[in-house]
């Protein structure tokens, strides 16, 4: 299993893509990165498809998407419900 620091890796600012949570260095979202995941490309793929990227920042936008979501239900508990 590869640990990364998503951090490091996964980078907002508002002047790029509108502020939305991007791979450093690039344009390309978490979110472009989850939408093709969730198509079924599998990481080999989905660098095809932006050779820019390495196995680390897809796995980086995949634990930046489960923290985000674990943080959004530890703080709002009955959206669980």
């Known amino acids: ?3 990364t620091d998503t951090k490091s890796r ?3 600012d508002r002047k790029i893509r509108f502020g939305r949570p991007t ?3 690039t344009r390309i979202t978490v979110e472009d990165v989850l939408r093709l995941a969730s198509r079924g490309l599998s990481t080999a793929e989905i660098l095809q498809e ?3 990227l390495t196995e680390a920042d897809v796995m980086a936008a995949h ?3 489960a923290d985000h ?3 959004a239900f530890t703080s709002h508990p009955e959206a669980a419900e």
């Open 63 to 65: 634990e930046f998407a």
């Open 1 to 3: 299993m590869m640990i």
């Open 10 to 12: 996964v980078v907002t």
């Open 50 to 52: 932006y050779p820019h």
């Open 69 to 71: 979501l674990r943080d």
């Open 23 to 25: 791979i450093r260095g």
